[in-house]
């Protein structure tokens, strides 16, 4: 009798290779991720590019050799490691202008510095507020500070504080200062304040004359608006809320934005 022989079948493995290639792209995928979360941008976009290089036109796993460190090997990895040792000194890359703005806010915030030791001298924090923005140096005088509630006329201590405040803001190069008034938007008086744009304008106004009995100021850089209800700073619909909003604000402008 013949035997007969089965022959086994051989299984096709192609599909190792291709399979083998995707789980090397994950795996660089994940380092990727991993490195990234812990440079700058710069870096991230650099091994962006190499990625998509190796994307674009590599070899399978089953092409290379195993992994062997070489002296004086210098893979991306590496760089992101030493990263921090070679950061650039960001004042050698400003240009003029900029150099110029940073001495400008430099100077606002020893003016700050100096109102800030005033406030703390006479305890009026947290009455008067100061807050370095872009917009330049804000100082804030809350409800109470210098005027009777519904009222545009300064008090005597307030005028005192006032001719203080004028000298602090005495500068060498005299700076434009805006002097803004506002209110919450309970309705005035209609006998004395027809609304709360007249009441706060006279607020900012008489509090303008005030700052400028000091002759070393120039009054051309002062300017007063009444804003009246209409830039609230927290919500009216509570007394703490309208007590915020009651306010006069002295806006100190950095020289390089003046006149834009």
Request: hydrophobic share 35%; aromatic share 6%.
């Amino acid at each position: 009798m013949k035997r007969k022989h089965k022959h086994e079948e051989h299984v096709d493995e192609s599909w190792l290779i291709p399979y083998a290639d995707i789980l090397t792209l994950l795996l660089a995928l994940f380092i990727v991720l991993f490195a990234a979360s812990e440079v700058n941008s710069q870096k991230f976009q650099e091994i962006s590019d190499s990625f998509n290089q190796e994307l674009q036109g590599g070899t399978g796993i089953m092409d290379y050799q195993a992994p062997v460190e070489t002296p004086g090997d210098t893979s991306k990895l590496s760089d992101l490691e030493e990263d921090g040792e070679e950061e650039e000194n960001p004042e050698e890359e400003m240009t003029p202008e900029e150099k110029a703005l940073q001495e400008d806010f430099k100077e606002l915030g020893e003016i700050q510095e100096k109102i800030e030791a005033y406030i703390k001298e006479k305890g009026l924090s947290p009455r008067l507020q100061t807050q370095l923005t872009a917009k330049g140096l804000l100082l804030t005088i809350k409800e109470g500070v210098l005027y009777p509630s519904g009222s545009a006329d300064i008090t005597a201590a307030a005028e005192t504080m006032a001719m203080e405040i004028a000298s602090l803001l005495v500068t060498d190069l005299p700076r434009n200062i805006y002097i803004e008034g506002h209110t919450d938007n309970i309705p005035t008086d209609p006998e004395e304040y027809p609304s709360n744009w007249e009441l706060s304008s006279e607020r900012a106004i008489n509090f303008m004359k005030i700052l400028l009995e000091n002759d070393k100021l120039d009054p051309r850089k002062f300017s007063a608006t009444g804003y009246g209800e209409y830039q609230p700073v927290a919500s009216n619909d509570t007394a703490k809320g309208r007590a915020e909003n009651r306010r006069v604000e002295v806006l100190i402008s950095p020289h390089s934005v003046e006149g834009k």
